[in-house]
Structures are given as structure tokens and as C-alpha cells.
């Protein structure tokens, strides 16, 4: 019995050196729309041919990365929202000349805040109809972020 | 259960070791055997303790663990390290499949193991490389005693409606021998305690508590005759092992879609997305055993051929594909081993020669890793000394030799780049060498009821083709990969203790680790973007990880016994960008209780064996905060599960009924080393496991 004893006295001091401190970063980076023109906001519509703008508020305990906006045709409704907003939607059809944007996008480096701000150009000759606008943002440590909004684009 | 399980307990009856017992001390003889720290689990603990499927049922051994994958497949673990840093051999053989997906199971008939040992640490000595985190030694190849014997099975689980049978024939007549097996197993979608998932800010509703699409099916056949004499032994075994399965269908990897395909119509169909695997294996094993000299080889061909199919989409300026084949990878392994045994004095010297030649084809329109062929050379050495009946030392090296083609990919479709269309190189052509030295030192003592093991040892692995030249996206993850063509060999030191106490009646066993890699291959998640998606790439870190295990059993009487087992791992990357994180899927802290009551009836309670018993068991598992990005902190649980089982005699036949309910009180929980974490779906609920088999 002794032995066992001396047993579960070494378990417990093996268990207790290994303590987890986390110095690390553990905190995704955000996407929020406290900007005052927050663009592109759910259901909203754009023209073919005109210029759309984008800004939104990233922000980051420790320090942004980068972020990417990619956009996406949703003819055959596969959904994308991250808000529980419905947009009415076109009936479904196939993509003919579906608009593909994919976009990659520095933030200077030691950002903890940052107001993304871009003007995506539409193209004119494009199938209009709905599109999934997706944000994501990375953190240094490798946390990312995502946020999509489901647009309309209109002739 | 820990009675016929651990180490310290008694071994496998129906193996060899029962020739080598001196003593009649069994426990201390198998000890003794190895100073690695192994488990040996008889076919009585795999028949009494059927969870449903083989790593359901090791996954109560302290330091291993089942990566559950959904459906109702799972991948092995040891001491934390799986997928191409553990082995798993069928008599002898590295079973060489595609480890390296998240997705991808076992791909071996389990109703045709007759017994298991896994071998926790290091093993490269005789294994090679992979073997860094240990090895599963599955037997298929025990021989029959009768002219003709057999086993038919039948088996079923509530959770996912898993019906199954597998039947066994074989007979030995003037030496020469078959046996024949089967398996047949059909299972619908898994239930979870949960009405709806949530991910990404996106609500799943589950119907009817299902998770959409996990059902799926098997069917195994195998074919073995061989001649068994006194000096020689030749067999040759042919198995086919076929699996399809779906894949959870609104989170096909970390993408929540909707489909047109009407999943809730039945909950045993097998829709897109899904995988199918079929797995050939040939294999033949010849011993000769002279006096003092044995040889023995081993020869073995593996096609592993696996379809993954899922609806066809377009994504950035990949158009939609006009078919659903999204990969397919054909992959056949060579491999021819030989090894020599040399009894001089108290020597036994043992030395061999592993060669290996992989090729892998890949197809579909989804690129994650390219074609390529591997060729590997191993040859070893190493002596046993025997200095005292109580005191033997081992010491072994080995030399690997690995030579790794990997061909050129470029995109099936076009990408705009600076207004050209161009069809992207996703994966240059590229031939690299690896030559390690591995080596292995160890000591067993035993002393009155103790038995003292150490060892140290040195393990490596070859890069795998994806780590060297993935460039694309994981659909499953939905991630773009990036390899590293300037990776090394993967090296790991390890230091390994057992000491183990048994009087009998009670035993102890207490088993720590101290493990180091200089440079740890790891999937970095960056905060980069390629094509819209985060980049992980592939670099080298070292590595620090320390744990133990330990467990206590205790036959209080004839009737109850008792056991209480924990194990603990820590692991932290000491370099490089995640300098401070620990890897991913940290296994947590957990502990296991177990009472079980032994009983029978009039007569048999005469017999030294009863043959009725009923066991609680009770499994604590901690929290878990050390993680790395995208992983999520995972709160601890605790489940209940019970099992019981009765064993039936008459005349040359035998009958056994195992029950077993796992998650009693249909817990919701989340497994912070399965895949499905990721995607915040918890463990399956309550689940009925039966299992009747008459042996013959």
C-alpha cells in the first residue's frame, strides 16, 4: 500500500507542471458595421456598370493580418447569410456570365483597428441577379473572421 | 475489464506467449517481453467488450484514442499523435491507405482481427518511418485447431440503425490450412443530442436529431490458406475491404450549403456528398525456425482506391465541373520484408530489411495533393540481452533510405493572371531523398511484484507527398493547403517508463512519457489569403510533449473487480510562428471508473471462469483551453456507459451475447479531438450496442 502511495504522489507532481498560461492570442479578429457607411449591408441593391463601395470596421485584440472579399453568384440559392435577415430572391437560374470577384487586401502591419474602405467596379456586361458578398479577416495568429451578405445586383 | 486488458494482466491465451511462459507468471512475462510500453488485448476483451466497432472498443485503453470522423468511422490515435505519425499493421504489414485525410477510417474488416496490440512510442526500429507516435498491431492470421470450426456474428447499434453480420470458416487438415471470413454491415444517419447545429452564425436544423447523410455501408471478404508445420509456416491472405459512406451534408467540411437533393426523405440513403473506398490486399508470410536461426518474410501487395464525390459547384474561376468527381486517388503499396533471428548464449540478436514502393495516382476535379511514387529502403539491427532471468537490455539501430517523386499538376481550367488566361502550376515537379538514423535503447527489471521498463529511442517520418507538395483547396475544410518542398525528415526523440506493480490480486501500472521533436511538421494556419481562402502552410517546429497513463485494478473477490484509469498529455510548440500553442486536437485530461460483478449459475460456479458479468463504467474528461486557431475551447463531460455479456457452452459449441449502452443518460458533449468539433457537432447520444455470436 506504501507503494501505492508513493504511486499517486508521482502522478500528481507529473500533472502539475504542466499548467497552461496562455500568453497567446486566443481572440478571432472582428467585422462590424459601427461605421457609419457600412457597405454592403443585407438585401441591398446595386446597378450593373457602377461602382459599389465597401467599408466595414476590422478590428483585432493583438494585430490584423489581412482580409478578402470575395463575391459569388447565388443563382442556385445555396445561401450564405451570417445574419438571420431574408432577402426575397430571383427564381433560380443558371449562371451564364456570372460575376467572379476575388479579392485579396493588406492591412498595415500593427493594425489592431481598421476601417476597410474599397470601390469594386461592377462589371456591365455580368448576369444580374443574387450575389453573396463575403468578408474575411485574418489575425496574425492565424484567427480568421468571415461575415456575407447577400446583395442584388440589378441591370 | 482491466482484468483482461492491461499489461499487468493476463495475456491473450490463444497466442504464442503462452510457449514462452517459464514461470507461469504471465503478466510479468509479457512484460518482460519488450521494454516499449505495449498493451496486448485478447480476443476475450474484444469479444466481451464490443462497442460497435474495433476503435470504439480499444478506445478505452489509456493513450489511445479514436478520432471520431462521423459516420460511425473513426481514426486511431496514440498519446495524441494519428494520422501518418502511428502505424497500423495487419500481420506485419503497414497498412498503407491515404492516412493523411481527415475523412478517411480504418479500411480493414475488424470482425477478422483475432487479437490487437498497440505499441505505445516510438517504433521506427522495426517499423520504420511513420511509426513516430506508435503502432496497432492487428492480427488476422491465427491459426485454426479443428478440421473445420467456425463463427457466425450478429451485431447492431441504436444510435445509426447499424445492422451487421460476419461469419468465419476455416479448418486445418495434415498441417494445411484456410480460413474464410465475411462481413456485412449497413448503417443509417447518426443521431445527436441536439435539434440543430450552429456554425458560423448559421442555424442547421437536424430532423429528427440526425445528422443529414452519415449513413453507409461495408462489405469485407478474405481468403487465407497456408501450411503450418513444426520449423515452417507459409500462409497467403487475400482480403478486399469496401466501404461508402456519406458525408454530413450541410457541412461538407467548414462550408454550410444548401442543396436541392432531399436528404430528410430517408435516413438510409446515401446521398452527395460521399466516399467510397475499396481496399485489395495480398499478402503472404512464410517462417522457417531452425535451432538457433529463424528467418522470416513477408510480402505484400495494397491497392487503396478511393472515390469522393459531392455535387459539382464553381468557385472563383474554377466553372462549375459537369461531373461530381470531385477526387479519386488510386494508390498501390509494394512491400517485402525480411528478417532474421539469432539465438547465440543470452544473446538473440534479431536483423532485417523493409522495402517499400508507393504509387499514387490521383483524378477529379479538385486538386489537394499530386501524383507520386515513393520508394523506401529500411534495414535494422538489434540484440536482446538476457543478463539475469530478472534483467534484460535491448539495443537496436537503423538506417531509412527514402526516395520521393512527386509530378507536376497544373488547373484544368484557366485563371486570369494579368488579363492571360493561364492554367496555374498548383504542384512542381519535385524528387527529394531522405536518409535517417534511428535508433533504441531499452532496460526491463523485474523485482518480486515490480516490474521496472525504460526505454529511449529515436523515430522519424518521410514528409508525406501532401506535405511537400499540396497547393490547393481542402474542400473538406474548405482551406487552401500549401506544402513545403524544403521540408525534412521528421524527427522525434522520445523517453519512455513503465512501472508496474501486480500482487495478483491488485495491480498498478503507471506509464510516463517525455517526447521531442526538432522539428515537427505543422499545418500553419497564416493570415494569408489564396483565392479567397486562409492559407495553411506547412513548416517545422520544435516540439515538446510529456504525459503518462496510469490504472489500477483490483479483484476485490471471485465476483467484483474494479478499475480506475487516467491519462494526461501536455504538448507545446517551443518554435516558430506558433511559438506558445500547443498542436491541435490536444487530447485532455480524462479518467476512467469501472465496477464490474462477475456471476453465474449452479455448475458454473465451479469453473474458474464465470461466465456472466455486468460493468458500469463512468468516464471524466476535462476541459480543454489550449488550442490553436480554428479551434475552440471544449468544455469537460462526463459519460455513463454500461456493459454486460454472458458466454454460453454446450458440447464443442459456444455462444456469447455482449451488450453495451454507451452514453446512458444521452449526454450532450463535444469531443475536443474529433473532426466534427470544428463544426460544433457533439457526440452521438444514446447508443444500444448488441452482439451475438456462436462459435462453432
Known amino acids: ?155 | 475489464m482491466a482484468s483482461l486488458l492491461t499489461t499487468c494482466a493476463s495475456p491473450d491465451s490463444t497466442i504464442v506467449l503462452n510457449d514462452v511462459t517459464i514461470s507461469g507468471n504471465n503478466p510479468h512475462t509479457y512484460q518482460m517481453k519488450t521494454s516499449q510500453t505495449s498493451v496486448q488485448i485478447s480476443h476475450e476483451y474484444l469479444e466481451q467488450n464490443f462497442a460497435g466497432s474495433l476503435m470504439q472498443t480499444l478506445q478505452h485503453i489509456p493513450g489511445v484514442k479514436a478520432i471520431s470522423i462521423g459516420s460511425g468511422q473513426s481514426k486511431p490515435t496514440i498519446r495524441g499523435l494519428g494520422y501518418n505519425r502511428m502505424a497500423v499493421t495487419e500481420d506485419g504489414i503497414k497498412h498503407e491507405g491515404q492516412q493523411w485525410g481527415d475523412d478517411h477510417g480504418l479500411e480493414i474488416d475488424q470482425f477478422a482481427i483475432d487479437r490487437t496490440e498497440v505499441i505505445k512510442g516510438p517504433a521506427a526500429l522495426l517499423y520504420g518511418s511513420d511509426a513516430i507516435g506508435g503502432v496497432l498491431r492487428l492480427y488476422s492470421n491465427h491459426v485454426p485447431t479443428e478440421k473445420v470450426e467456425g463463427k457466425v456474428q450478429l451485431f447492431g447499434r441504436t444510435n445509426n440503425g447499424q445492422v451487421g453480420m460476419s461469419g468465419k470458416v476455416g479448418g486445418l487438415l495434415n498441417k494445411f490450412f484456410y480460413r474464410a471470413h465475411f462481413t456485412m454491415i449497413d448503417y443509417a444517419d447518426f443521431r445527436v443530442p441536439t435539434d440543430s447545429i450552429e456554425y458560423f452564425s448559421y442555424r442547421i436544423p437536424l430532423h429528427h436529431r440526425r445528422l443529414r447523410n452519415t449513413a453507409g455501408k461495408e462489405r469485407d471478404g478474405s481468403v487465407m490458406v497456408g501450411y503450418a508445420g513444426y520449423t515452417f509456416h507459409t500462409d497467403v491472405r487475400v482480403s478486399d475491404s469496401y466501404s461508402k459512406s456519406g458525408f454530413f451534408a450541410d457541412a461538407h467540411g467548414l462550408e454550410v450549403k444548401l442543396s436541392d437533393i432531399d436528404y430528410d426523405r430517408s435516413a438510409r440513403d446515401i446521398d452527395l456528398p460521399h466516399q467510397s473506398v475499396n481496399h485489395l490486399k495480398v499478402l503472404s508470410h512464410t517462417t522457417w525456425h531452425g535451432s538457433r536461426l529463424g528467418i522470416e518474410t513477408n510480402l505484400a501487395y495494397q491497392n487503396n482506391y478511393r472515390r469522393e464525390c459531392s455535387e459539382p459547384i464553381s468557385h472563383g474561376y474554377m466553372p462549375k465541373p459537369d461531373n461530381a468527381r470531385e477526387r479519386v486517388f488510386d494508390k498501390s503499396t509494394y512491400s517485402a520484408n525480411l528478417a532474421f533471428h539469432l539465438h547465440v548464449g543470452d544473446h538473440q540478436v534479431q536483423s532485417g530489411l523493409n522495402e517499400e514502393t508507393q504509387h499514387n495516382r490521383r483524378k477529379g476535379w479538385g486538386f489537394i495533393i499530386p501524383d507520386f511514387e515513393v520508394h523506401s529502403l529500411g534495414v535494422y539491427l538489434m540484440d536482446r540481452y538476457t543478463c539475469r532471468e530478472n534483467l534484460i537490455l535491448n539495443a537496436g539501430i537503423r538506417y531509412d533510405y527514402a526516395d520521393t517523386h512527386i509530378h507536376s499538376y497544373h488547373d484544368w481550367y484557366p485563371t486570369p493572371v494579368d488579363g492571360t488566361p493561364t492554367y496555374i502550376q498548383r504542384s512542381q515537379p519535385l524528387h527529394r531523398h531522405f536518409n535517417s538514423l534511428t535508433w533504441s535503447a531499452g532496460i526491463n527489471y523485474s523485482s518480486g511484484p515490480w516490474v521496472m521498463k525504460a526505454n529511449a529511442g529515436k523515430s522519424f517520418r518521410v514528409p508525406i507527398p501532401k506535405e511537400l507538395g499540396a497547393d490547393g483547396i481542402n474542400y473538406h475544410i474548405f482551406r487552401y493547403e500549401r506544402g513545403n518542398a524544403a521540408l525534412d525528415a521528421e524527427e522525434s526523440y522520445q523517453l519512455d517508463m513503465a512501472l508496474c506493480w501486480d500482487n495478483g490480486q491488485m495491480s498498478l501500472q503507471f506509464e510516463p512519457y517525455l517526447n521531442y521533436f526538432p522539428n515537427y511538421i505543422y499545418l500553419n494556419p497564416t493570415s494569408d489569403y489564396v483565392e479567397g481562402l486562409q492559407l495553411y502552410h506547412y513548416t517545422q517546429a520544435e516540439v515538446l510533449r510529456y504525459g503518462w497513463e496510469a490504472i489500477w485494478t483490483w479483484q476485490i473477490d471471485r465476483h467484483w473487480s474494479s478499475t480506475l484509469q487516467g491519462e494526461y498529455l501536455f504538448a507545446r510548440q517551443e518554435s516558430g510562428l506558433k511559438k506558445g500553442y500547443t498542436l491541435p486536437f490536444s487530447t485532455p485530461w480524462s479518467a476512467e471508473v469501472e465496477g464490474k460483478y462477475a456471476f453465474g449459475w449452479g455448475r458454473q460456479m465451479t469453473s474458474p471462469d464465470l461466465p456472466a458479468f455486468v460493468a458500469v463504467n463512468a468516464r471524466l474528461v476535462g476541459r480543454q483551453d489550449d488550442i490553436v486557431p480554428p479551434e475552440k475551447p471544449t468544455d469537460g463531460y462526463w459519460v455513463l456507459n454500461l456493459s454486460a455479456g454472458h458466454h454460453f457452452h454446450w458440447n464443442r459449441c459456444s455462444m456469447q451475447v455482449a451488450l453495451h449502452v454507451d452514453n446512458l443518460l444521452n449526454r450532450k458533449y463535444f469531443d475536443h479531438t474529433s473532426f466534427y468539433r470544428l463544426i460544433d457537432v457533439p457526440e452521438p447520444g444514446r447508443n444500444f450496442s448488441a452482439k451475438v455470436a456462436v462459435d462453432f
Not at chain 1, 483585432?60 to 447565388?74: A, F, S
Open chain 1, 1 to 155: 500500500m506504501k507503494q501505492f502511495f508513493l504511486f499517486l504522489s508521482l502522478l500528481v507532481a507529473l500533472s502539475a507542471c504542466g499548467g497552461s498560461d496562455h500568453q497567446e492570442d486566443m481572440t478571432k479578429p472582428t467585422i462590424v458595421d459601427t461605421v457609419e457607411d457600412a457597405c454592403p449591408t443585407d438585401c441591398q441593391t446595386f446597378r450593373r456598370g457602377e461602382e459599389m463601395p465597401f467599408c466595414y470596421l476590422l478590428g483585432d485584440n493583438d494585430e490584423l493580418g489581412n482580409y478578402n472579399i470575395e463575391i459569388h453568384n447565388n443563382f442556385d440559392h445555396h445561401t450564405h447569410s451570417t445574419s438571420s435577415v431574408e432577402c426575397e430572391m430571383d427564381a433560380k437560374k443558371e449562371p451564364v456570365h456570372p460575376w467572379i470577384y476575388n479579392e485579396d487586401f493588406a492591412i498595415p502591419a500593427g493594425s489592431t483597428s481598421f476601417v476597410a474602405r474599397q470601390f469594386i467596379q461592377i462589371p456591365a456586361d455580368i448576369d444580374p441577379g443574387d450575389y453573396h458578398f463575403m468578408v474575411r479577416v485574418t489575425d496574425r495568429s492565424g484567427w480568421q473572421q468571415l461575415k456575407a451578405v447577400a446583395i442584388k445586383v440589378v441591370e
